[in-house]
């Protein structure tokens, strides 16, 4: 029998020591089954954004010039010929309108830039909400995190490496803020820029966009991987439907493949077809100008929002010093904000004393302070947000800017803790609701009249493995366990005889 040379090649590899173990790894695969979920679409995105800002990125670094020394524009965007603009301007330039497939490049480059920090805040949400943050995976939360931090440190460095205007208008700000720090902020500052406004702050982001940020991103996704190999993700539950269960490989790989390639092929299709950051409109950055309606990438406007909610005049002199609330403020309540969100399964911990380790996922209702907590979260974050558009709501509704700022300020004041009461209760009454069906059965709406004369409503029992869904997930894996796969308990044989229509006045027809 002929063996090809691939097989030849495959069977010597397969008894070095690297591919016994390479084999090993693959069967562990292949042993170990995963429960495929709509939600593995965030983690996915993420890879793929991943992976197309890095190649396009490091593709990007053959003709961007990491310089703030001024030359003469001498390309084919007319408008700038004969002006002074930096060496970082006029090589994004020529990627934009120069360089074959360069446009392309730069955009798709963009694009996954916004894209990433959304699937990225996706999965720490989808974490949040059904409790994935606990005992045992308290690692995988803080990970996580950091990787969000890595990306906002990732897309605000991009940001400002084109040096257009609107990146100059950003570094301002940023300048601004730093010198805001009391006693080290001039130092700060100095560091970062080195030296005056703009200073030589391209030089300086470079490194830590094409090599400290990517490290970062790198070593995460590694560590997150493992710990993810380690010990899988935590299961919705689903009793009853581990058969759904799939092989990591090669059945989850093929289908996670799958869906990796149609998002580079989505960030692909809208590098080629949809505008973003045209800079040859913005023109070069320079220090005296800004221009109205200046806006952020979206991932960073929560930052901006804040600068623009503190009111007028907050600013005082101390110690010889000036101190600017103005800026520390913003800074500081911003800081506590994302610090509380990398630290929270610890603060969580402490105040539940819930050390148990969890392997379910909770239904978001189950745990309704968590879930009030993480719409009041959003509320704070999405009130900022949105006051980092104020100008621009001020001028297309044709409203006050001091009544858009206003507005916003009552709304990042009192949002959240309304959020949170108003979610709180929603997840109560929810509660409240699932117990009914666990107990009673699901309403069919069918009124039948009882020999004494008595009108009552048939209910629909719960199916068995449809119980747990309404029992939640921590009392599934503490006592419903059992129940399920047992006989039906007393609570479902109730759920088998029509409840009265005293007790269901909806059902009297
Ligand atoms: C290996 C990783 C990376 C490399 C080598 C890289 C390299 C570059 C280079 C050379 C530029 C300047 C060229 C230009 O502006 O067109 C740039 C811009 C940019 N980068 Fe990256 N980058 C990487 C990762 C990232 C990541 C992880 C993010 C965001 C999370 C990001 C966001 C941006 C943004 C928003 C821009 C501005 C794009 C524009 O011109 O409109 N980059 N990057």
Request: proline share 7%; with cysteine; net charge positive.
């Amino acid at each position: 029998m002929s063996h090809s040379i691939t097989d030849r090649i495959s069977a010597r590899f397969a008894e070095t020591r690297a591919g016994r173990r390479a084999t090993a790894f693959s069967a562990g695969l292949r042993r170990r089954r995963v429960q495929p979920h709509w939600t593995d679409i965030f983690g996915i995105t993420t890879v793929a954004s991943l992976a197309v800002l890095f190649l396009t990125g490091i593709l990007l670094m053959f003709v961007y010039v990491p310089s703030s020394d001024q030359v003469v524009y001498d390309g084919p965007w007319l408008p700038l010929v004969g002006q002074h603009v930096s060496k970082a301007y006029a090589s994004t330039m020529r990627i934009s309108l120069e360089v074959r497939g360069g446009l392309l490049l730069r955009q798709a480059h963009h694009w996954a830039a916004l894209l990433l920090p959304a699937s990225v805040i996706m999965q720490l949400l989808t974490a949040f909400f059904t409790g994935a943050f606990r005992r045992p995976r308290r690692a995988s939360w803080v990970l996580l995190y950091l990787l969000f931090l890595a990306v906002l440190a990732g897309g605000w460095s991009g940001y400002a490496l084109p040096d257009d205007l609107l990146a100059g208008t950003g570094l301002r700000i940023a300048q601004g803020v730093a010198l805001s720090i009391p006693f080290v902020g001039t130092q700060l500052a100095n560091l970062l820029f080195g030296g005056g406004f703009p200073g030589q702050i391209i030089e300086h982001l470079y490194p830590l966009h094409v090599a400290l940020v990517p490290l970062a991103l790198v070593v995460l996704v590694a560590l997150l991987a493992r710990a993810g190999l380690r010990r899988p993700a935590p299961r919705f539950a689903r009793p009853g439907r581990s058969n759904d269960d799939v092989p990591v490989w090669p059945t989850a790989a093929v289908r996670a493949s799958g869906l990796f390639s149609v998002v580079i092929g989505v960030i692909a299709a809208m590098g080629a077809l949809v505008t973003i950051a045209p800079i040859w409109v913005f023109g070069p950055s320079s220090p005296g100008d800004a221009s109205a309606g200046s806006q952020p990438d979206w991932y960073t406007g929560f930052l901006d929002g804040a600068l623009r909610l503190i009111p007028p005049g907050w600013e005082f002199e101390w110690l010889g010093r000036t101190w600017s609330p103005a800026l520390l403020v913003p800074l500081a309540a911003t800081g506590v904000f994302l610090l509380a969100g990398l630290v929270y399964p610890f603060i969580a911990e402490r105040l539940t004393g819930d050390r148990a380790p969890h392997h379910l996922r909770e239904r978001p209702r189950n745990n309704a302070v968590r879930t009030g907590v993480g719409a009041a979260a959003i509320t704070f974050y999405a009130a900022l947000w949105g006051a980092g558009s104020a100008d621009i709501m001020a001028t297309h509704f044709m409203l006050s800017i001091e009544g858009v700022v206003h507005f916003f300020q009552t709304l990042v004041l009192l949002g959240p803790v309304a959020a949170f009461e108003l979610t709180r209760r929603v997840c109560l009454g929810l509660q409240r609701k699932d117990r009914e069906i666990l107990v009673h059965g699901f309403e069919t709406g069918r009124i039948v009249r009882m020999p004494g004369g008595r009108f009552v409503e048939v209910h629909q029992e719960v199916p068995v493995y449809e119980r747990w869904r309404y029992a939640g997930a921590d009392s599934a894996e503490a006592s419903v366990a059992p129940a399920v796969t047992s006989a039906p308990d007393a609570r479902s044989s109730l759920a088998q005889r029509p409840a009265t229509a005293d007790r269901d006045p909806q059902s009297q027809k």
